[in-house]
Structure formats: structure tokens, C-alpha cells
């Protein structure tokens, strides 16, 4: 399959300060890339659409200003966790989209995470 | 929008017998629904998706069935083993929309 790398893999901040997670397709432009969140032994939710040379598309209840999402190239994607909070502890996980549109080859492919700890 | 329920949400089977996982999803519109492997602290990969133009799917050990009537679509592994111990989400999308995943589900194989 298709490889999407995320970096970093880890993270530890203090509360306050920003925090910028990166997601790139290796093998593959990829016009279109999701953000997840994860929390310990739940599911995948959606935080948002990141679409390459427009604005992101954020779901219900998340706070685009606090999420910042760029998507300058066909290749990265950057989320940003600005003045990180504890409770924004978590694993996030960036995905991107393979034979994008309404191919019927389409798949998704998903990058190794990145575990947040704020302090 | 789409509404996707997975169970159960935690299945122990033992080794060699067969495991399945059931998810329904709401929208009709739908027409992929993969399924992603996870163990902890790693990303999910993919391990076998259908279409909504075929009925099942076979990868060696593991299939996909898929009811568009009914809309639900099922996950089976037969044989398992215990590197199948995982968290298995099934998620379902129409379009190039957004995929909605399923809660998960645990699947413990004992030896």
C-alpha cells in the first residue's frame, strides 16, 4: 500500500504552547488528507478535511483556530495544536487519500500517529 | 449524515476457531466500506474493503460480506491466530466523501 509518514511520533509539551504535527504522502500526491483524533480505546473521529491549496474543512465542534491545518503541497499536510491545553492529550493520526474523488479504486491510508501530552 | 454501529465490541475466541464482526451503517448512498486493523499505539492498516457492487470479498483468511438491503456488512477470519489480537473498526464512506468508522472492536485470540 500506499506510505504516509507522520512525524513526530511522540510528543511532550507544556500547556501553552504550540505544537506542529506533520503528515506527508511519500510514494503518492495526495490532493486530499484527514485529520483523527483518537482517544484511549475509542474510535477514529474526524477532526477535519485537509484539502491541497484551500482551506480545511473542519467537522462539527472543532475549533479551526485552535487546529490549524495547512495544506500547502500535494505531498504535506501540517496540523497545529496552538496553546495546547491537557485536555488536548491525545493520539492524532493523519490520513490521505489514495485515487482521490469519486475513483472507484479509492483507498485510505493512514500515518503512524502522533501522541500529544501536554503538561 | 452517515452512522456507522460495529459489534461486539470485544470478542474472545480461541485459537483456530473463527471470529465475525458485524457493522450496519445508515446511509444508502454508501458504496465503500473497508476495515482497518489496529494494535496498540500503531496506525491502522488496511486489511480488505468491498465495494458496493460485489456481495464478498476473500483475502486468504479473511473476507467481507456485504447487504445493501439490509445495510450491514460483516468481517470474517477464519483460522485465527494470536496476532489477530487487535482492534478491528469498520468504516463505511459514498463518493470520496469522509469515512465514519465504526467504535472498534477488541478481538482477543487465546492459545
Known amino acids: 500500500g500506499a506510505v504516509v509518514s507522520q512525524h513526530p511520533s511522540w510528543v511532550i509539551c507544556k500547556s501553552g504552547t504550540s505544537v506542529k504535527i506533520e503528515c506527508r504522502s511519500l510514494?503518492?500526491?495526495?490532493?486530499?488528507m484527514f485529520w483523527y483524533r483518537q482517544f484511549p480505546k475509542q474510535s477514529l473521529m474526524l477532526m477535519a478535511t485537509s484539502n491541497e491549496g484551500s482551506k480545511a474543512t473542519y467537522e462539527q465542534g472543532v475549533e479551526k483556530d485552535k487546529f490549524l491545518i495547512n495544506h500547502a503541497s500535494l505531498t504535506l499536510s501540517t496540523l497545529t495544536v496552538t496553546s495546547a491545553h491537557p485536555e488536548d492529550s491525545s493520539f492524532y493520526i493523519c490520513?490521505?487519500?489514495?485515487?482521490?474523488?469519486?475513483?472507484?479504486?479509492?483507498?485510505?491510508?493512514f500515518g503512524s500517529g502522533t501522541q500529544l501530552s501536554v503538561l | 449524515g452517515e452512522n456507522v454501529e460495529q459489534h461486539p465490541s470485544t470478542l474472545s475466541v480461541q485459537e483456530g476457531d473463527s471470529a465475525v464482526i458485524k457493522c450496519t451503517y445508515s446511509d444508502s448512498a454508501s458504496n465503500y466500506f473497508p476495515w482497518y486493523k489496529q494494535e496498540l499505539g500503531k496506525r491502522p492498516q488496511l486489511i480488505i474493503d468491498i465495494r458496493s457492487n460485489v456481495g464478498e470479498k476473500k483475502d486468504q483468511r479473511i473476507a467481507v460480506t456485504l447487504n445493501k438491503t439490509a445495510k450491514h456488512f460483516s468481517l470474517h477470519i477464519t483460522e485465527t491466530q494470536p496476532e489477530d489480537s487487535a482492534v478491528y473498526f469498520c468504516a463505511a464512506s459514498h463518493g470520496g466523501n469522509k469515512l465514519v468508522f465504526g467504535a472498534g472492536t477488541i478481538l482477543r485470540v487465546k492459545s
Open positions: 490520513s490521505a487519500r489514495v485515487g482521490g474523488g469519486r475513483s472507484p479504486n479509492e483507498k485510505l491510508f
Open positions: 510514494d503518492f500526491q495526495a490532493t486530499t
